[in-house]
């Protein structure tokens, strides 16, 4: 799987949107790019995926470029329960062998400030 | 919401026993992994297993882990004998091939602490 760049953390005020960027200039044309966070002491949580098109669901939106070499979270309003870790992961999917892997980095530690 | 069981949700056993834990996944997932988590190392995948079968458990320790799934409702991670340097939080997840619209879905994870 590629290997991804986040910033290790960032701060973003109440209310506001943050927007949290990853690097994956390796990435391969079946790569998908998946976000998951994980709340102080949680099990990390499912956010969102995307190949190519920008998505958006309840929780979020996933912007990528159109070289596919970097992306970006949205949170479009962040509250104090959106302080997490956040992990960017890219990885094939299907039936290929080790596709089903997910690998975790380091992640981005997001503080929603009041 | 459907989620996935771990038990138990925390442990403390002394240098040496053996320690087992179990995980419930999301009936029809059919696809499980096993992670622990440390300050130091953050989440690693230990194994993972596909229709009951394991895919990989490169990232586990043979000596000591023992991972299984005697049935698709009950996956195992086993430590024997178990070691200080082995506490952490583990974690199962579970999946449809692929990873799903919905991605992989984590249960609360164990706290093992071996003293």
């Known amino acids: 799987d590629a290997k991804t760049t986040q910033p290790p953390s960032m701060d973003c005020a109440e209310g506001r949107a943050a927007n949290l960027p990853c690097n994956h200039s390796t990435i391969s044309g079946n790569e998908y790019v998946y976000w998951y966070r994980q709340i102080h002491s949680q099990g990390p949580q499912y956010i969102i995926h995307g190949l190519k098109n920008n998505e958006t669901n309840e929780m979020a939106s996933l912007i990528i470029t159109e070289d596919r070499k970097s992306s970006t979270l949205i949170l479009p309003h962040a509250t104090l329960r959106d302080t997490a870790v956040y992990y960017c992961?890219?990885?094939?999917?299907?039936?290929?062998?080790?596709?089903?892997?997910?690998?975790f980095g380091q992640g981005t530690r997001l503080t929603i400030n009041p | 919401d459907a989620r996935v069981t771990q038990t138990p949700r925390h442990k403390v056993t002394e240098m040496g026993q053996e320690v087992t834990m179990r995980c419930q996944p999301i009936?029809?997932?059919?696809?499980v992994f096993w992670y622990r988590q440390t300050m130091m190392q953050g989440l690693e995948l230990l194994a993972y297993f596909r229709n009951r079968a394991p895919l990989d458990d490169s990232g586990m320790p043979k000596d000591r882990f023992s991972a299984e799934m005697p049935d698709a409702t009950l996956a195992t991670l086993k430590i024997q004998p178990s070691e200080p340097r082995d506490s952490a939080v583990y974690f199962c997840?579970?999946?449809?091939?692929?990873?799903?619209?919905?991605?992989?879905?984590f249960g609360s994870g164990t706290r093992l602490t071996v003293v």
């Open positions: 997840a579970s999946g449809s091939d692929g990873g799903g619209p919905g991605g992989y879905t």
């Open positions: 009936l029809g997932h059919n696809t």
């Open positions: 992961i890219v990885r094939v999917v299907g039936l290929i062998q080790g596709a089903q892997k997910l690998v």
